[in-house]
């Protein structure tokens, strides 16, 4: 077996979270920090513009241009191992687990098996194909579970925040029920 191809069956069931904040741990933070130094030469770059200061300008321009090769090389680190994550594999071996663990968690019962939840009022289903989820029928590209089930906690509470309220129901409900006893009691009396 490659190197690669044994690297990949490690991570077959490798959680999106320990890929992510892991195994891209370096990547990511070269990445966090090369936009902040290419976010802060683009300001001066705008205010050079906005001012007229030619120096400025011509001094932001070389300091982006010096970036480039250095840029270049973390987003090809990140690409590469992002397009080699087998996250087709991932979630339909190692997601279900992991998933319902969250959901228990966070007090959501659910039913049903991968790659269709149960999940009331709505449906979830997982697309691995499309390394995507559908929470009631609208596409989620987060898989991050705490991403997912915060999308779920959302679509929940907007459904129970509606603005049927149960007990002010029963109480009416009720109420209608006691009158129809009674007037049904005054006919039997007559």
Same mark, same amino acid.
């Given at each position: 077996? &490659?190197?690669?191809?044994?690297?990949?069956?490690?991570?077959?069931?490798?959680?999106?979270?320990?890929?992510?904040?892991?195994?891209?741990?370096?990547?990511?933070?070269?990445?966090?920090?090369?936009?902040?130094?290419?976010? &802060?030469?683009?300001?001066?770059?705008? @205010?050079?513009?906005?001012?007229?200061?030619?120096?400025?300008?011509?001094?932001?321009?070389?300091?982006?241009?010096?970036?480039?090769?250095?840029?270049?090389? %973390?987003?090809?680190?990140?690409?590469?191992?992002?397009?080699?994550?087998?996250?087709? @594999?991932? =979630?339909?071996?190692?997601?279900?687990?992991?998933?319902?663990?969250?959901?228990?968690?966070?007090?959501?019962?659910?039913?049903?098996?991968?790659?269709?939840?149960?999940?009331?009022?709505? %449906?979830?289903?997982?697309?691995?194909?499309?390394? %995507?989820?559908?929470?009631?029928?609208?596409?989620?590209?987060? =898989?991050?579970?705490? &991403?997912?089930?915060?999308?779920?906690?959302?679509?929940?509470? *907007?459904?129970?925040?509606?603005?049927?309220?149960?007990?002010?129901?029963?109480?009416? =409900?009720?109420?209608?029920?006691?009158?129809?006893? *009674?007037?049904?009691?005054?006919?039997?009396?007559?």
């Amino acid at each position: 077996m &490659n190197p690669h191809a044994e690297e990949r069956s490690k991570m077959s069931c490798t959680p999106i979270e320990v890929f992510l904040d892991e195994y891209l741990g370096k990547e990511k933070k070269d990445l966090e920090n090369l936009l902040r130094r290419l976010s &802060n030469k683009q300001t001066k770059l705008k @205010t050079s513009f906005k001012c007229g200061g030619i120096p400025g300008i011509l001094e932001s321009v070389a300091a982006l241009l010096e970036e480039g090769p250095g840029a270049s090389e %973390v987003y090809r680190k990140i690409l590469s191992a992002v397009e080699g994550y087998p996250l087709t @594999t991932y =979630l339909e071996q190692g997601f279900d687990g992991p998933f319902r663990n969250a959901l228990q968690e966070e007090g959501i019962p659910v039913r049903g098996e991968f790659p269709k939840y149960e999940i009331f009022p709505f %449906v979830v289903k997982i697309v691995p194909k499309e390394g %995507v989820a559908l929470v009631n029928k609208k596409k989620s590209q987060g =898989l991050r579970l705490s &991403n997912l089930v915060g999308i779920i906690k959302k679509e929940r509470e *907007r459904f129970f925040k509606s603005s049927f309220r149960a007990e002010e129901f029963l109480t009416d =409900l009720a109420g209608a029920y006691n009158y129809l006893l *009674r007037v049904g009691q005054e006919k039997t009396e007559l």
